[in-house]
């Protein structure tokens, strides 16, 4: 399981500034297609990178709510969000969302749910609490389709299993849709978000995840500090060659809640 303490929120607010993950974001905000005036829900809103950006869009007869399960995540959002009087920001749970039903117009849930254990809880808890008509966005990773060149194979393997036994949904994204049609969402559609690094860079996010992947080896005790600091070096100098090759698929689900 991961805590997302203060260093955690450290990790994931230089990761999630990455050129891929701005993109991620504006790929988000096109599909809301957010209004000014409307009520908006980020849960899992971590450090506040989307509830930001989303801020402008709704103007200031609008709301956006971020809700996070991480007082020391909510501390960097509510610290970026201090200037806008129309973000609310407060710690609380996705399986149990302290909103009365159909309160908002759109809501969105970022790389979130795959460390929820109760997903359908989760997703029928989004539903509830938004309006009739109301739109949804979801982003998931297959973390299971982790593409990388490594010298090493079974030290890669040994590190990626380590991974997704950390989270509880490594590969949410297969089962989203079928979950989505059961709690009576509509128009679901699904759009790939390819994160593809050629080259090892400090800026891109996959040096960060790396870094995360290995870090978490150690600390479940699978591999030794030692083996990740090797494992680490040699993805590193693949760029010498110019052999570095990093893939992994996000996904972006958006969704309308229809009355049934
Ligand atoms: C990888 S971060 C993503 C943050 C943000 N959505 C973004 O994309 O920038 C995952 C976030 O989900 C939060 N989280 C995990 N389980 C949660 C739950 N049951 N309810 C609400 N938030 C949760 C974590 O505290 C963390 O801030």
């Given amino acids: 399981m991961i805590i997302y303490d203060k260093k955690a929120a450290q990790n994931i607010e230089l990761s999630y500034q990455t050129p891929e993950i701005v993109r991620q974001r504006n790929q988000t905000l096109e599909a809301l297609a957010l209004r000014a005036g409307e009520q908006v829900l980020d849960v899992g809103c971590g450090t506040g990178l989307l509830v930001h950006d989303m801020s402008s869009t709704i103007g200031l007869q609008g709301r956006i709510v971020g809700v996070d399960f991480s007082n020391d995540m909510l501390e960097l959002a509510k610290k970026r969000c201090s200037e806008m009087t129309n973000v609310q920001l407060q710690q609380g749970s996705i399986t149990q969302l302290d909103f009365a039903d159909n309160s908002f117009d759109a809501a969105s849930c970022i790389q979130t749910l ?14 509830r609490v938004m309006k009739p008509g109301g739109r949804v966005a979801i982003i998931e990773t297959d973390w299971r389709g982790v593409v990388l060149n490594s010298p090493d194979e079974v030290m890669t393997r040994k590190i990626l299993d380590a991974w ?7 590969n949410l994204p297969v089962k989203l849709i079928p979950l989505l049609k059961k709690l009576n969402f509509s128009a679901i559609k699904t759009t790939a978000i390819p994160i593809l690094n050629t080259s090892y860079s400090e800026v891109n996010f996959s040096s960060g995840m790396l870094a995360y992947f290995s870090s978490y080896a150690v600390k479940n005790n699978v591999i030794s500090n030692e083996e990740a600091a090797l494992w680490m070096k040699q993805i590193q100098d693949l760029s010498k060659t ?15 809640k229809v009355d049934v």
Avoid at 164 to 170: E, I, K
Avoid at 242 to 256: G, Q
């Fill in 114 to 127: 795959l460390y929820v254990d109760e997903i359908e809880v989760a997703l029928s808890e989004l539903r």
């Fill in 164 to 170: 997704d036994a950390t989270v509880s949904s490594p």
């Fill in 242 to 256: 110019e052999s570095f090759f990093f893939c992994v698929n996000r996904f972006l689900f958006t969704a309308v």
